[in-house]
């Protein structure tokens, strides 16, 4: 049988979706013009809330300055190699000093993407005899990073205490057989849900347990915390995370991620990661951009103020006219509505093409069936205005939704 054939009967879950005419638009929709809140779509301006730029500084002029400077002073992929071998320099080292020196740790090391680069911390950090434990909501690359771990792992409930507990009576038990170690993984903000993670609450665990804490903190460096350092820092716990892990695809409008911790972990990790070993180093651009992104997040506090009077108006105004938030802690907006793949894609078709408002939509299986959820990341780039409309549209969309306008027309692209 060919190999390809079965992709026939099956596409997988978001395969089944698929456009390949490219006539539908929820699905590789194209954004066009300059990163802002206002962007172009089919020949639209829309309202965009769904931009991995929490602190506006994709399009800042410092940062584009800086990028193209770095690129006519390197080129754009300087130097050529590994860190190991001809791909290290000084710039690297700086920014590595700068981001653990931010978030209060000994030692830094850079990743080239977050996806990769968290897979293969864990890859390294644990052997056959080691257990890890992993909050349930984890992301799809800490799942995968879990893939490669041959010994034997636990998942707890999400946020559930009495649940992580459990599985850490069982982790410990059997790594003592093994004569291993337990780690624990969750996340500061969770992406999609907007829920913060109980740090805290992990970390007092530690009285009764031995386990190592690495946190993902994603969504939650340069959005949390007083000075911006993370979901750790705002529940006053950094000297309990063991490992701290954020990627620059969120608040650093950029490519990269890094890790922090003590010394001699790090130093561990720069001789055991095999994303850094055996790949290209972060090109210089992407080095330098992140200085001056990372010198703009510690010098203008006003930029994450501005994003939270963003968030608090959006959640609270949706919230006061009846909208479902779910548990967000955080800048993530989740919006909870009901209703299947019809009703969803319908209702998006009509909210980019109608009400000029692109947000991202998340069915099964990322939700549970009959759930759709319309994700709305703010910026510090958005206005009032932007959020008064957004609320109002949005008024307009869940009536339509629950008249059941979405579920038998077949509305128009
Ligand atoms: N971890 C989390 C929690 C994420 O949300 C993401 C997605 N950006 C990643 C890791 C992967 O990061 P990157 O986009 O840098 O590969």
Known sequence: MDLFEKFNEDRGPLGQHSDMDNTNFYMFPKLEGPIAPRMQFRGKEVLTWSLNNYLGLGNMPEVREADTKATEDWGLAYPMGARMMTGNTKYHEQLENELGDFVSKESCMLLNYGYQGIMSIIDAIVNRKDVVVYDAECHA???????LHVG?????????????????????KLAKENGGGVLVITEGVFGMSGSMGNLAGVIELKKKFEFRLLVDDAHGFGTMGKTGAGTDEHQNCQAGVDLYFSTFAKSMASIGAFVAG??????????????????????????????????????????????????????????????????????????????GWKEAANMITDLRNNYNIFCSMIVY???????????????????????????????AIKEKLDAGVYRDAEISQ
């Open 365 to 395: 299986p990322v939700v549970p069936k009959g759930v759709i959820m319309l994700r709305i990341i703010p910026t510090a780039a958005h206005s009032l205005d932007d959020v008064k409309e957004t609320i109002t549209v949005f008024e």
């Open 262 to 339: 003590s010394k001699n972990v790090i130093e561990f990790l720069k001789y055991n990661v095999r994303s850094q070993i055996f790949a290209k180093s972060l090109p210089m651009p992407l080095v330098i951009g992140a200085l001056k992104r990372l010198e703009l997040l510690r010098t203008r506090p006003e930029m994450k103020d501005k994003l939270w009077t963003i968030v608090n108006a959006i959640q609270s105004g949706l919230r006061d006219k009846g909208f479902n938030l779910g548990k967000t802690q955080s800048p993530v907006t989740p919006v909870l509505l009901n209703g």
């Open 152 to 172: 034997k792992r636990f998942v707890y409930l999400h946020n559930d205490m009495e649940s992580l507990e459990k599985q850490l009576v069982r982790a410990e």
């Open 141 to 147: 690359s800490i799942i995968d990073g879990l893939r």
